[in-house]
């Protein structure tokens, strides 16, 4: 779903919303969280491969959308309907979470 890097995951997703739907409260989260300035450079003190399927900053994105969908860990996202949007399985998570340099 992600054709670009740049993309922001909270914008893609905020797509899939209608405004007069019944999902309200998921419209206000993702206008908040579109509305972060977030840098990789600042976050992690470093950038995404280039040759990576999501940046850092994306997998971040991705985690905080778990608790609206209500997935509980990187395992049950593969059976989740957020997994069908995005192209990554859960060891993209596991790699993200067991980096020992982010706190």
Same mark, same amino acid.
């Given at each position: !779903? ?24 998921? *419209?206000?989260?993702?206008? !908040?969280?579109?509305?972060? +300035?977030?840098?990789?450079? =600042? ?5 995404? =491969? &280039?040759? &990576?399927?999501?940046? #850092?900053? #994306? ?12 997935? =509980? *860990? ?14 990554? =399985?859960?060891?993209?998570?596991? +790699? ?8």
């Amino acid at each position: !779903m992600l054709s670009d890097k740049g993309t922001n995951i909270f914008s893609e997703i905020g797509k899939f919303f209608k405004e007069n739907d019944a999902t309200s409260a998921m *419209n206000a989260i993702i206008d !908040m969280t579109k509305a972060l +300035r977030l840098s990789e450079k =600042r976050l992690f003190s470093s950038e995404s =491969r &280039c040759n &990576c399927k999501l940046t #850092q900053l #994306q997998v971040l994105g991705l985690l905080m959308l778990f608790p609206c969908f209500m997935i =509980r *860990n990187a395992y049950n996202y593969g059976k989740s309907s957020l997994c069908g949007l995005f192209d990554c =399985r859960k060891d993209v998570f596991y +790699r993200f979470i067991s980096n020992e340099s982010y706190d």
